[in-house]
């Protein structure tokens, strides 16, 4: 659930704002928050793939947007991956088809 957040955080190491900072503050004080939670992974409707995808349309201070996606099984999330795109998009529509076709295999 924070791999989004790690993704983008990890590309403004070397130039970060005090935005990215509280960015980052914000994700700590989750992890505090959360660090005695337990993850349960369930087992019904194995049979069932679920894929979903997101983009963030100009986002980055570059005009590029994020797209994030996760693949489950079951209750189970078995992959997920944010993304930089490689491409600028002229809408939130395109940010959304082009970051489906780059997550789905």
């Known amino acids: ?6 993704a ?3 590309t403004r190491v070397s130039k970060s704002t005090e935005q990215d ?7 700590l004080e ?4 959360t660090k005695n939670m337990r993850w349960v992974l369930g087992s019904d409707g194995l049979n069932t793939l679920k894929i979903y995808v997101d983009a963030s349309y100009a986002v980055r201070m570059d005009i ?3 797209t994030g996606g996760l693949i489950s ?4 999330k078995i992959h997920t991956k ?8 002229k809408s939130s529509t395109e940010a959304e088809c ?3 076709s780059d997550f789905i295999p």
């Open 1 to 6: 659930d924070i791999s989004p957040a790690i």
């Open 73 to 76: 099984i079951g209750n189970g």
């Open 8 to 10: 983008f955080l990890s």
């Open 64 to 66: 590029r947007s994020h």
């Open 82 to 89: 944010p993304s930089k795109q490689k491409s600028n998009t």
């Open 21 to 27: 900072w509280g960015k980052l503050r914000k994700l």
């Open 98 to 100: 082009i970051g489906a």
């Open 30 to 33: 989750y992890l505090n928050g």
